[in-house]
């Protein structure tokens, strides 16, 4: 029965634990078991937490016993990239520097929100080194591995987020997203996963990358998960000065309005090129199943992909350039030197991109006037094998590690919240994932729609079936 | 912006001290890589028509 919670929704879980199915020890051992068991092949976690997920389960059956109210995730174990700050635990970022700060003081927010609702942590998740990476490849911790093929990339930077949902090891993830490290994991490892708009949820008590791009969301395997741990989290924290402003917005009340009364569209020009036909045709499926079949377009998306590029580069080398002065040699060599380029680049073309990003911002206000929800696909193809250097894209062979986000940055650029939806083809292992864009601060949107795809059993996040061997 | 003429190379000599960094012979090729694909970046932002009176997108709040 504990197998079946674990492999279930974190709300079933908390369910079973509120009535004494289940109690929140034997969830948080089972769920430490499996991370014991599977963590060797899939390199997931970086830090497994036991003594302090047993510490929290405990107290979750203490409260029970007292007759006291438990949280909405009472008991369901989550697990959250190791950009998070975790009291006690240095905040390494996928980096070997980090490795040697000070133990963090306190929790992330988020991390303390979570906690707050009930959810116990079960410990910290691989990344791409400092998030810079869409592979889930680390030079310092070794790849975290595509649980449907682990052979195959978990997608970065929150690669071992991906790995961890889709591998059963936990029902909840936390990861960041600056160009699209929630979603391109979503759509290798086939999870859903949510970038809520810039500035919408807490960044504070995590590691930088790209401060005007940087996101911070939850990745689950069913929407109505990813809905409540984002209701979950949202809430004014003066730690990050980017969050804005406005009152928090619960979304999993709304769920089962689905779709009525949203226009939804497929985005067409750059959005339907240059990726391989099952990224087109997943975006078709959903389409059709939302029976949307018109076809806008956003226009100077490759100019917006340009913008969130160079941006990137010079934001991350001012945030590394001591580490690159001082510690060059303790990098992953393929970050390293990307920003080590983004720190010689000249000032105005920084200034021309954050112009631009409001021009471009503009440009999708005046589209969202006439339609509700876009959808892309999230990569242009399925997971590439670790490792591999290029992928084929429109007959041309291209370099897989700056191509993979094709299609997320353009949309992060400017804050647009998304929900990556993971859709299956009959026959092939892999999943691919489908962007469900929303207007600024209509998560809402965008989580109905995938409500409603999921229900219709077009888009699903099972848990991988593993060789026994390390079930 | 005149592409075919941007040596990375020579940006590299120059900005390497004023930078304070050190490469060594691979991270210098890869860093002329990523210099040349940046610059490609550019070209293509650097080609959007903007007008002197926009604005930078707004994130700090005072």
Known sequence: MIDELLDGSA?????????????????TRAALRRIEARNGALGAFTDVT????????????AARERGDELGPLAGAPFAVKNLFDLAGLPTRAGSKINRERALAAKDAFLVSRLEAAGAVLVGALNMGEYAYDFTGQNAHDGPSRNPHDLDHMSGGSSGGSGSAVAGGLAP?????DTNGSIRVPSSFCGVFGLKPTYGRLSR???????ASLDHLGPFARSVGDLALAYDTMQGRDEADPAQADVAPAPVSLSLDQGIAGLRIAKLGGYFSCSAEPTAFAAVDTVAKALQAERVVELKEAQRARAGAYLITMVEGAALHLRRLQTRAADFDPDVRDRLIAGAMLPGPWITQAQKFRRMFREQALALFEDVDILLAPATPCRAPRIGQKTIMLDGKEMLARPNIGVFTQPISFIGLPVVAAPLWTEGERLPIGVQIIAPPR???????????VEREGVARAPVAKLEASIR | MNREEFDPEALIDAVVPLLGLTLTADSRAQTALHLKIAAGQAELLLSATIDDEAEPAPVFRP
């Open chain 1, 172 to 176: 909840i993830a936390l990861g960041s």
């Open chain 1, 11 to 27: 709300r079933a879980i908390a369910q079973a634990v509120k009535t004494g199915a289940a109690s929140a020890v034997e969830v």
């Open chain 1, 442 to 452: 209509r998560e809402d949107f965008a989580l109905r729609v995938a409500w409603a």
């Open chain 1, 50 to 61: 036991a003594d302090r997920a047993l510490a929290a389960a405990k107290a979750i059956d």
């Open chain 1, 204 to 210: 504070g008590g995590t590691f930088p990358f790209v």
